[in-house]
């Protein structure tokens, strides 16, 4: 999915939340997109939610 760039590899993910805390149920049915890069040895991403 992603690409190796010259500041490093590109990412996207798309991540699945689990929680049993009811004040957190509505991330269940969240459909998100990580996007990021790695940088180094750090990894920096975003994540956004799709409507």
């Keep these: 999915m ?3 760039t010259n500041a ?3 990412l996207r993910t ?3 939340f689990e ?3 009811s004040r957190y ?3 269940r049915r969240l459909e998100a997109v990580r996007v990021g ?3 180094g040895t750090a990894v ?3 994540v956004y939610a799709l409507k």
């Design 44 to 46: 920096k991403y975003d």
């Design 14 to 16: 798309a991540p699945l």
């Design 2 to 4: 992603g690409q190796t």
């Design 25 to 27: 149920v509505w991330l």
């Design 37 to 39: 890069e790695r940088v």
């Design 19 to 21: 929680t049993g805390d």
């Design 8 to 10: 490093g590899a590109s």
